[in-house]
């Protein structure tokens, strides 16, 4: 059984740092690609940054770049990301997602899925 379980949100203002991880079981992480995707209340799930199963290739949105980083630790079956210089606009659940040996912005190329963690960023 796959569990993806995710922590590390939370409520910052604006301007700070929050370090999101999520702890994979139940599937060969090592050779799988790994991904962060966000939604706001009232929109559509959103690609936020993917890292290939190796972590040599590292991909970020548009909006996140520079402020954010993604990482993994294949021995502990981590992913992490860490998000610095935090604004409103990345209040949203985040969620971390599975995928296949590639990597992909598109949610439905991921297989599964945490429950994700609320991050709240005020003003």
């Known amino acids: 059984q796959v569990q993806l379980v995710e922590s590390g949100g939370g409520l910052v203002q604006a301007g700070g740092s929050l370090r999101l991880s999520c702890a994979a079981s139940g599937l060969t992480f090592s050779s799988i690609a790994m991904a962060w995707f966000r939604q706001a209340p009232g929109k559509e799930r959103d690609f936020v940054a993917a890292?290939?199963?190796?972590?040599?290739?590292?991909y970020y949105a548009d909006s996140v770049k520079g402020r954010f980083t993604i990482f993994r630790n294949n021995a502990r079956a981590t992913v992490t990301l860490q998000m610095n210089t935090l604004k409103p606009d990345d209040t949203a659940v985040y969620y971390c997602a599975a995928g296949g040996t590639g990597w992909s912005r598109n949610l439905y190329e991921y297989d599964y899925w945490g429950h994700g963690t609320q991050v709240t960023v005020s003003s």
């Open positions: 890292i290939t199963w190796s972590g040599g290739g590292t």
